[in-house]
């Protein structure tokens, strides 16, 4: 009869990453927990999921995504204009990787005066983008623009994002019932990306 009463299990890191691999967020195979889980074991127990996921949308030694399903976008990733190819092009393959393709191709970016001209090519059509704002700071036009160009063959998958109320946010592609699933597991809710408004 007691045990009706007893607390919750506080869940271990290992634990966290079994139940965020079921909504499909795992790390690449060849990454193992220990470059996931960094900090003390109390860390992860007292902000389940966050840190998890921040490592997940994170870039491994190798210069690749830890998971190809979730970008951690900072603010201050952007050093120079050519920063906008790789953001853009890791847009792709969160989406990609969700089951949503979004066919960029050929991206550059190149210095308009205060600006960045971020050219690329999606499937025949080629677009030109003209992001404004400062040459040090992710302008986040470039997240609300892709994300109202992901393509109707991308089926119900859309960008979503969780504001980490900082400059930075964590990026995924799911379909309504995935996101849903995601929030009712972690609690930080995820919100539909396009027409958002989204600012870091």
């Known amino acids: 009869m007691l045990g009706w009463f007893r ?15 079921l909504l499909g967020f ?4 060849e990454i193992g927990e220990r470059e996931l889980v960094k900090f003390r074991k109390e860390a992860y127990i007292e902000k389940p999921y966050l840190l998890l996921l921040i490592a997940l949308g994170g870039t491994a030694g190798d210069g690749g ?6 970008w951690h976008v900072h603010r201050d990733s ?5 920063d906008y190819v790789h953001a853009i092009m890791r847009l792709a393959g969160v989406a990609e ?3 949503a393709p979004l066919p960029v191709a050929d991206a550059q970016a190149l210095p308009s005066g205060q600006n960045v001209l971020l050219r690329f090519r999606l499937d025949a059509r080629i677009c030109e983008w003209e992001l404004s704002g400062s040459p040090n ?3 986040p036009e470039l997240l609300l623009r892709t994300a109202d160009i992901l393509p109707e063959s991308a089926g119900p998958r859309q960008f979503a994002y969780a504001a980490l109320g900082g400059p930075d946010a964590l990026i995924v592609c799911l379909d309504p019932g995935e996101l849903d699933a995601l929030n009712r597991l972690t ?3 995820f919100t539909w990306l396009a027409g958002s408004g989204f600012r870091f």
Request: charged share 30%; glycine share 10%; aromatic share 0%.
């Open 7 to 21: 607390k919750k299990d506080p869940l271990d890191p290992a634990v966290q990453l079994k139940k965020l691999a």
């Open 26 to 29: 795992r790390p690449r195979p």
């Open 65 to 70: 995504p830890i998971s190809e399903r979730i």
């Open 78 to 82: 952007i050093r120079q204009a050519g």
């Open 97 to 99: 990787a969700s089951g």
């Open 137 to 139: 700071a992710l302008n």
């Open 187 to 189: 609690g930080l809710g």
